[in-house]
């Protein structure tokens, strides 16, 4: 029963860190792009690092805790970093799909 | 049972790898360079930790760790950059 479960949550982190690289090569202004993979951090990574720290507290008997230090690090600066990646986008006006206020049509690529 | 998933994982993160790459190369302006980065070095930590549980050795998870921390300053260091011109004022 724990192995199915560690199974799963092995398959669907790397399901979706794959579909937030797929969201990144495939969606069409950087906006849009941006929001791919903070997908790949919080779920794909997350379970993949809930499933190691398991799977080690099960094969040395004892908690094995490294990996929540990672999980933890990584929901905490992924939030910085898109921020910081979006500001910089502002910064150099990179074209949007979407219109910006007080214009009417939104300019097509 | 944990074999079989770890194979798909492996393929699928190595997939997400590959997709990140084309977007590092390719990426018309900057910042979307820097996001395939960003994105290059969680997909790597995930690669690690899955390569930590097929060996059944605890060792990998401190160089995940260490991309960790230094792709967090690497991307702010490059965001800071691309904002004023300079990292350090």
Known sequence: MLE??????????????????????????????LH?????????????????????????????????????????????????????????????LAPRPGQENPPRD | MIETALVIAFTLVGLAVALNLWRLLRGPSAPDRILALDTLYVNTIALLVLLGI????????????????????????LCKFLLRGDIIE
Do not use: C, W
């Open chain 1, 4 to 33: 199915f479960f560690l199974a799963f949550l092995i398959v669907a982190g790397g399901a979706f860190t794959f579909i937030g690289s797929l969201g990144l090569a495939r969606l069409k202004d950087f906006y849009t792009r």
């Open chain 1, 36 to 96: 791919g993979p903070t997908k790949a951090t919080t779920l794909g990574v997350g379970s993949i690092l809930i499933a190691s720290t398991i799977y080690f507290s099960r094969l040395q008997g004892e908690p094995s805790l490294h990996e929540v230090l990672v999980t933890l690090f990584l929901f905490i600066t992924a939030p910085v970093s898109a921020h910081l990646l979006a500001k910089a986008a502002l910064h150099l006006e990179l074209p949007s």
């Open chain 2, 54 to 77: 097929h060996l059944g050795s605890n060792i990998y998870f401190e160089a995940a760790l260490l991309i960790a921390l230094m792709g967090f300053v690497g991307t702010v260091a």
